[in-house]
């Protein structure tokens, strides 16, 4: 250490990085100032720095170092580092500069004199040198000579350092601290430690590593970057686990001997909003009495959040509208739930109280918890009656010890407090007599009377009602009773006369009963109405004694609508509850003989097969009377004293009691078709009715006839006969011609030819339908003169009757056979001309006959029904005898008749009589000749 003043007026020098406290140098003595004035002169360093490197003492004047002093870091890499002072006296003012060297303490400077030689400068390593610290030191020699003035010399010096693996990684912080949220997401960068090692090459390269005390857990949930440093999120962080991580980094160079450090990286975690509040009853008391006075405690309740800070600050509020309120405990996060203003059962008896607990995070989390409070009840209402006052009205004649009517009397509270007992006030004097007769259940209140009471008296008595809570509470009403009449007789209806049976030809008006009515009460309950309520021919005349009625007929009757009639008598007294009492009487309407016998049909028609059994019965006919008694027995009789049809009611004769008709002979369709008669019904009232019926009667067909042939016909009446025929005829030669005539009609009178018996089959054919014979081919050499032909003619009866013609053809020659005919045709016009004449008369007459009941059947029905169709066709394949099925259009003037298996579609050939039909081939046999 030295002074010079060549820039200062002091200057000293000292080695870096010395002591904290080490003296620089004694200013005062080396400025030649005494100590003693050094503190009243204020003797100071003056500068900037709030730091300052030195500091001096005022009361020696020494100057020492106040901290470390770091050349590199005041002079950065400069070659001198001098420190420049200035110091300050007061009274008077005086300045002197200081200059303080930061010398190099790694080297060391020697001077060897070697006399003439002259100095030789050697420079010595004091210390160590460390690259890190600096790669080159500068050094300045300076020489300097003793003259005066000095002259000097200098010369730079240039100390490259060379690096070997002396220093460990060194971290860029002393320590080291992250915040972490939690539940940061896998791959979250929390931070980056940073560590440099001050060597070169592989010496100065540094990965990063987990200390070798780090546990397994710890490395489950973060990991680090080996080249960069980066510590991560690797698992899942959860604040409520562990809010704190310390974890050790290890930070390694790459040199041939690694050198390692470590840092403790410490970890914050930072709580998230991700826990609710937790709501816990520690105690409740389920039931509070009403009459709890503000401020009772109802319940205790704890509140936890496990999240921190802000997150976990919880506040706690009742959400209803409830006259409860939270206070909080002494002890954190307790409350309690007590009464905030007074309660009433009878209003509300319970209370769902919603607590709401909410934390303070920015996203708040809240939960809630729902207690039910029973108000327990406390005896704080007296009973009410339901009617202020009572008034009660009671019938006479009540019924000694039955309920005259009740009171009742409610209560707000409930259990033993709400039960209400009712008395009777006996303590007064007035009503007491009246009282002693009265009985109240205490239960419900029903108040019954031990007598009979008399009408229009008015009594008052009180009734008190109590409950039954531990302190009672009464109540007192006024009840007024009034007697009042009762309408409590009905009418009374007495028949004092009464026809049972009155005729049904009585005029309107006829009395039929007297009645009198009585009402044993007063006033309007005895007044009396009287009526019929059935709607019956019958009405109530008032008679001129009160209270006395006739029962007369309002209208005409007949009995034989109706007979009997119930006729209910009603009467109804004025009462406001009126009493209503009825007699009902039976009126028999007696028979008169007003009705005639009916038919049950007119007129009657009736089919009658031919040749019936004589004496047998036909048919019958029936009429009814609407009367009774002997006014209904009905007897017939035929009318005999028209004499159209004399002859045929002469062989009839009726069962005057049942109306069957027998025939005292046989009919013959073939000589009377139809007839009609008259049958009179007769009643046996006084005087007798009658009624009489048209009966007509249609006689049916029967096949009783057999074909009767008109040719041929021989000279002794035999049906043979002789034809001549040439044999050089041709095929379809017509030979003759059989003719015949069957009397019944309809299929019994349609004719079939059929050959019998033949000689030669292949020479003849005979047309089934018309009875001609012609031949089949013409005659040969072989064939025989003379051939026989036997012809079968039948009717189509259900038996058919049937009459054979023989038929003698003789063949000759053409000369012959016209000489035969010339004689031939002059006798056989003598035969024809008279069976013609014969025949025609006997067609006319059974054409007239035919058309007359025609007529008479087409006049009978007009006057009856024009639907002749749905009368007589009842079947479209009706099956029946001839007269059953009659059918007549007006359009085209055709008439059918349809007989015995006959079809609808058959029609009368014109001409034939009515004996012979035109129809379809439907009888074809196998037996007929072709």
Request: net charge negative.
């Amino acid at each position: 250490m030295f002074c010079s003043g060549a820039s200062a007026q002091l200057r000293y020098s000292i080695a870096e990085e010395v002591k904290e406290g080490s003296v620089v140098g004694n200013i005062a003595k080396d400025l030649g100032i005494d100590k003693a004035s050094l503190h009243a002169r204020d003797y100071r360093i003056v500068g900037s720095s709030t730091e300052p490197l030195f500091h001096l003492n005022k009361e020696d004047g020494i100057l020492y170092v106040s901290r470390k002093v770091d050349r590199e870091e005041i002079c950065e890499r400069s070659n001198a580092c001098v420190i420049n002072l200035k110091t300050v006296l007061q009274n008077p003012l005086e300045i002197h500069y200081v200059a303080i060297e930061v010398q190099n303490e790694h080297f060391r400077l020697e001077v060897k004199d070697r006399g003439t030689d002259g100095k030789i400068p050697l420079l010595y390593l004091h210390k160590p040198l460390d690259k890190e610290t600096s790669r080159s030191h500068r050094l300045m020699l300076t020489a300097v000579d003793g003259g005066k003035p000095a002259k000097s010399g200098s010369m730079a010096i240039l100390v490259n350092v060379l690096d070997v693996n002396d220093n460990m990684p060194v971290f860029a912080k002393d320590s080291y601290s992250a915040m972490l949220k939690e539940n940061s997401p896998i791959g979250t960068t929390i931070m980056q430690v940073n560590a440099t090692d001050l060597d070169d090459g592989l010496n100065g390269e540094v990965v990063y590593s987990f200390g070798d005390n780090v546990n397994n857990r710890l490395r489950k949930l973060f990991e680090v970057d080996p080249n960069t440093g980066t510590i991560i999120v690797k698992g899942q962080i959860d604040f409520e686990v562990k809010d704190r991580y310390e974890i050790d980094i290890k930070a390694s160079d790459k040199g041939p001997v690694p050198l390692e450090t470590e840092k403790s990286v410490v970890i914050t975690i930072v709580d998230l909003n991700d826990n609710a509040p937790d709501i816990e009853v520690t105690s409740f008391s389920k039931a509070i009495p009403e009459d709890a006075k503000p401020g009772t405690t109802v319940a205790l309740i704890s509140v936890q959040d496990r999240d921190s800070g802000v997150n976990g600050k919880v506040i706690c509020y009742i959400s209803e509208d409830v006259p409860f309120t939270l206070t909080p405990s002494l002890q954190d996060n307790m409350y309690s739930i007590v009464t905030k203003s007074l309660l009433d059962r009878e209003q509300q008896s319970t209370y769902d109280v919603t607590i709401i607990a909410k934390d303070g995070g920015e996203q708040p989390l809240s939960s809630q918890r729902t207690i039910s409070v029973s108000v327990s009840d406390v005896n704080d209402n007296s009973p009410e009656f339901s009617t202020s006052p009572y008034t009660f009205y009671v019938v006479e004649n009540n019924v000694a010890g039955a309920s005259l009517f009740s009171v009742s009397a409610h209560d707000c509270d409930e259990a033993d407090n709400a039960l209400i007992s009712y008395n009777i006030v006996r303590n007064g004097d007035e009503h007491k007599s009246f009282t002693s007769f009265l009985n109240i259940n205490s239960e419900n209140g029903v108040i019954t009377a031990l007598k009979n009471f008399e009408a229009n008296d008015r009594y008052e008595i009180d009734i008190k009602a109590s409950d039954k809570g531990p302190v009672p509470l009464e109540t007192e009403k006024t009840v007024v009773i009034t007697i009042v009449d009762l309408n409590d007789n009905a009418p009374d209806i007495e028949v004092t006369s009464f026809s049972k049976a009155i005729p049904e030809d009585s005029k309107p008006g006829t009395t039929v009963a007297l009645i009198s009515v009585q009402d044993r009460d007063s006033g309007v309950n005895g007044k009396v109405i009287c009526y019929i309520s059935e709607d019956v021919p019958f009405t109530l005349t008032p008679s001129l004694q009160d209270n006395m009625y006739s029962i007369v007929t309002k209208s005409l009757l007949d009995r034989e609508q109706q007979s009997t009639y119930d006729v209910t008598i009603i009467a109804k007294d004025g009462g406001e509850q009126p009493l209503s009492s009825q007699r009902t009487i039976s009126v028999s309407v007696s028979d008169v003989n007003d009705n005639s016998p009916e038919f049950s049909t007119s007129p009657y028609t009736f089919y009658v097969v031919e040749n019936n059994v004589a004496g047998a019965s036909l048919f019958s006919v029936s009429a009814h009377d609407c009367d009774e008694a002997d006014n209904a027995l009905i007897s017939y009789n035929i009318v005999r004293n028209g004499d159209e049809h004399k002859s045929f009611t002469s062989f009839l004769n009726i069962n005057s009691e049942n109306g069957v008709i027998t025939a005292l002979k046989s009919f013959d369709f073939e000589t009377v078709k139809t007839f009609q008669f008259q049958v009179v019904a007769t009643d046996s009232g006084t005087p007798s009715l009658s009624s009489n019926v048209t009966v007509n009667v249609f006689i049916l067909d029967q096949n009783d006839n057999a074909p009767v042939i008109l040719y041929p016909v021989s000279s002794n009446g035999s049906a043979e006969g002789v034809e001549e025929i040439p044999r050089n005829v041709n095929a379809a030669h017509l030979v003759t011609k059989v003719r015949a005539y069957d009397a019944d009609i309809g299929y019994n009178g349609w004719l079939l030819f059929s050959l019998q018996e033949v000689t030669e089959h292949s020479l003849f054919a005979l047309d089934r339908y018309t009875g001609q014979i012609r031949t089949l081919r013409s005659f040969t050499e072989t064939d025989e003169a003379e051939q026989k032909l036997v012809i079968l003619v039948k009717d189509n009866g259900n038996v058919s009757l049937s009459a054979t013609a023989t038929v003698i053809v003789k063949v000759v020659e053409p000369k012959e056979a016209f000489a035969a005919s010339d004689v031939k045709s002059a006798t056989n016009d003598d035969e024809e001309s008279n069976v013609t004449f014969y025949l025609m008369i006997t067609l006319a007459s059974v054409s007239a006959l035919f058309l007359i009941s025609i007529i008479v059947l087409i006049a009978m029905q007009c006057s009856k029904s024009t639907d002749y169709t749905s009368k007589y066709l009842q079947e479209t394949n009706y099956d029946g005898t001839l007269c059953h099925s009659i059918q007549y259009r007006s359009g085209d003037k055709r008439y059918m008749l349809v007989g015995p298996r006959m079809s609808i579609g058959s029609t009368i050939v014109p001409g034939s009589h009515a004996n012979t039909l035109v129809l379809p081939d439907r009888r074809r046999t196998s037996t007929e000749v072709r």
